[in-house]
């Protein structure tokens, strides 16, 4: 079974500077999907950015970066410039290729990131 | 991306009763996801409902506790039935938008009390 591991419970960042959530994960599959999700109080589930496994290019979007380990089966977010408004619950998810499957997201227990002014 | 309108947003049940949660999707989707996210902790599958079929239950979640319907392509319903204490959550559902991500519903916070 697929299963996906975020490390770090809780982080913390100033303002402006940039912080890495780590996401490690484990499947057998061969095309699949990542995803950062972003969860603030208000507990809306936002996506923050989105991988597919075939790609080697890391994606990107504005502050929002990955770092794809396929090999190692690891998928880190990086926020640069951290403002206030990044202060939320983020959790790290997979899917494998829809192909056959239900294709459900199966999520990490979530790193709480707190950005401090 | 799609829109879901999700409701209730909260609501404060006495124990033995049943709530239902409503998720109405602005586009026809195949299947539509139900999760619960219990204090604390990371979102876990409920069930998969599909329209004109039986919903597919997770291990450890049941019909008789967690029934859902489907009668169309936009909308589905879960019920939390006999509620205890140990039903508090939030609730989301979820379909896959045409984009390969998902869009959520904002979430019903249940309080048993």
């Known amino acids: 079974a697929q299963t996906v591991t975020q490390s770090q419970p809780e982080m913390s960042v100033q303002e402006a500077e940039t912080v890495t959530l780590s996401c490690t994960y484990d499947?057998?599959?061969?095309?699949?999907?990542l995803f950062w999700y972003k969860q603030p109080p208000s507990r809306q589930m936002i996506l923050v950015i989105r991988q597919e496994a075939y790609k080697q290019q890391n994606a990107t979007e504005n502050r929002f970066s990955v770092n794809f380990q396929k090999a190692a089966k690891s998928f880190s977010l990086k926020i640069s410039d951290s403002q206030l408004g990044d202060t939320a619950m983020y959790f790290c998810a997979f899917r494998e290729n829809y192909g056959g499957s239900q294709g459900n997201l199966i999520f990490g227990k979530g790193t709480k990131l707190s950005v401090k002014p | 991306s799609a829109v879901i309108s999700q409701k209730p947003s909260r609501d404060i049940c006495q124990r033995g009763t049943s709530l239902t949660i409503q998720c109405q999707v602005d586009s026809q989707v195949t299947m539509m996801f139900w999760y619960r996210q219990q204090p604390g902790q990371s979102l876990t599958l409920i069930a998969t409902?599909?329209?004109?079929?039986?919903?597919?239950?997770e291990s450890g979640f049941v019909i008789d506790k967690f029934p859902i319907s489907r009668p169309n392509l936009t909308f589905s319903t879960l019920t939390v039935s006999n509620m205890s204490p140990e039903d508090s959550s939030i609730y989301l559902c979820?379909?896959?938008?045409?984009?390969?991500?998902?869009?959520f519903g904002s979430g019903t916070r249940l309080t048993v009390v």
């Open positions: 979820s379909v896959r938008n045409g984009h390969g991500g998902y869009t």
């Open positions: 499947t057998s599959e061969n095309n699949y999907y």
């Open positions: 409902a599909n329209q004109g079929s039986e919903a597919t239950y």
